[in-house]
């Protein structure tokens, strides 16, 4: 399984020293914020996109897939009842499966807590029910990339709408696309599920349903700087067979991004030893 680091918490980097950055600490890979790419990711043109993938492989380092799909353009929503946004939305996504596609990625985890929230006087259904209906669209246009798209559950505090696994795998049985899935976000997972991290994977690696992992505590801080324990997930993954990527993703960076990173990065490489010693 490879191990990326979210390149947000590097971002004042150029991407070319995200990417020599990242390689040098041992990370396999970087998973892109497209928004640290360009103002309008959604716009970027072949060139662009060459660009940043030839740094990545002359750095060495993989482009792993996307996260934080819909920070920019501003405006956007899959659940709202403007129908024009929602078009609008549904393209700015069929522009980044393609552009995770191009850059080599293999996944776009879609959380974007802000562009799936409740309107006033809206019911939980009916917005559930339209961004289930933009899943499904994205979902056609990532099986003919040949990428994964991954509904991301997070917990309450950041948005009502899809907030644990059971939720996540009713809306993907629903899509039934083989191109939708769904994620494991730890810190999220912390917060809305009464199920622990491995008792998760155990329940829902085997059906196939969590495609990626992002690790983080409970606290927001990266692996190892709260009171969250990832050694027995890692066993769990090596259990239950899962050959998907584990992406770092802190959201507070103590003390500091490029730190955060590089002690992260140490104390996953030390589970992952020390289950390949036993």
């Keep these: 399984m490879r191990i990326a680091l979210c390149n947000e918490v590097i971002a004042p980097m150029p991407f070319p020293a995200q990417c020599e950055y990242a390689a040098k600490l041992g990370y396999d890979g970087l998973e892109v914020a497209p928004y640290t790419l360009s103002e309008e990711p959604q716009r970027m043109g072949a060139a662009q996109i060459a660009v940043a993938r030839a740094a990545a492989e002359e750095a060495g380092i993989a482009v792993t897939g996307l996260h934080w799909l819909l920070v920019k353009p501003t405006g956007l929503s899959i659940s709202t009842k403007d129908a024009a946004v929602r078009r609008r939305t549904l393209d700015v996504m069929y522009a980044l499966v393609d552009l995770c596609a191009a850059l080599g990625g293999r996944y776009l985890v879609h959380g974007s807590p802000q562009q799936r929230r409740l309107e006033a006087g809206e019911t939980r259904a009916a917005a559930t029910e339209r961004a289930r209906e933009c899943f499904a669209a994205v979902a056609e246009r990532a099986r003919q990339a040949g990428v994964t ?119 996953l490489r030390g589970i992952l030893e020390a289950l390949e010693a036993h």
């Design 149 to 267: 798209y991954c509904v991301e559950p997070l917990a309450p505090d950041a948005t009502p709408l899809i907030n644990t696994l059971d939720e996540a795998a009713a809306l993907v049985a629903q899509v039934g696309n083989p191109a939708l899935r769904s994620m494991l976000d730890c810190s999220a997972a912390g917060r809305a599920e009464r199920a622990s991290l491995p008792e998760l994977v155990e329940r829902w690696v085997p059906e196939g349903l969590i495609a990626h992992v992002q690790v983080n505590d409970r606290n927001r801080r990266g692996p190892g700087q709260g009171e969250q324990t990832f050694a027995p997930l890692f066993a769990a993954l090596k259990r239950t067979g899962y050959r998907g990527d584990v992406a770092v993703e802190p959201f507070d960076y103590v003390p500091d991004g490029p730190s955060a990173a590089a002690r992260a990065i140490g104390y």
